[in-house]
């Protein structure tokens, strides 16, 4: 079974802290990893995604990817109350995306 | 460009009925993936269309069907409704070509009573 695990939260950081998001998938030879944001009663909106080993900024957002670790994580710095969302992780291989159930992110004014 | 869209944006139906949903694609996006989440299972893969040809599916009953046509539109069927199926249903399309990303729909929420 192709698994990608996400800690559920919640994870409540203060404004302007930096806010650690984890993935672990299971698949080794996947291709690509994205992050998904999604408000409550919203759909999924995509913010990042990284395919090779090592660190790609946008913004405030960081994705680390770690094949050998078979990890990748997203960095929000700088966290704003409007970053409060639930956070999925996703993972492609070969026509296969699999998604994490998502961690739930609270950042407190 | 536009989004993904998806109709209708809300549906209520009854126990034992069918119903049939709709997604248009991203311009240019040959694939099309549907996703069912609710609150307690998260985000779940029901089939993915390409070029009118199913390439996946996920671990759903037959109840649950789709095609896509030769537009790459897409549709999805459930049949003989139960309470369960209640559930936000989400579209997403791709381009083919690394990285592969998904653009997700603003979803279908749909209510069985």
């Known amino acids: 079974q192709k698994e990608v695990e996400q800690n559920s939260g919640p994870l409540s950081v203060p404004e302007g802290a930096i806010a650690s998001l984890n993935c672990t998938y299971s698949d080794r030879g996947s291709q690509s990893f994205f992050w998904y944001r999604q408000y409550s009663g919203k759909s999924p909106e995509l913010i990042m995604f990284i395919y090779s080993n090592g660190d790609k900024e946008d913004g405030r957002f960081t994705a680390q990817l770690n094949k050998a670790s078979q990890y990748v994580s997203l960095l929000i710095r700088d966290s704003q109350p409007s970053d409060s969302a639930t956070y999925l992780c996703a993972v492609y291989n070969n026509n296969d995306m699999r998604f994490g159930a998502g961690t739930r992110l609270t950042v407190k004014p | 460009k536009a989004g993904v869209t998806q109709t209708p944006r809300y549906l209520i139906k009854t126990r034992g009925q069918q119903v049939t949903l709709s997604c248009s694609p991203i311009s240019g996006h040959r694939s099309v993936s549907w996703y069912q989440q609710t609150p307690g299972q998260g985000l779940q893969f029901l089939f993915e269309y390409f070029s009118e040809t199913q390439r996946n599916k996920g671990n759903f009953p037959g109840r649950f069907s789709g095609r896509q046509f030769s537009n790459s539109r897409s549709e999805m069927n459930v049949s003989t409704l139960e309470l369960g199926d209640s559930a936000l249903y989400l579209c997403?399309?791709?381009?083919?070509?690394?990285?592969?990303?998904?653009?997700f729909g603003p979803g279908t929420r749909l209510t069985v009573t």
């Open positions: 997403a399309s791709s381009q083919e070509g690394p990285p592969y990303e998904q653009y």
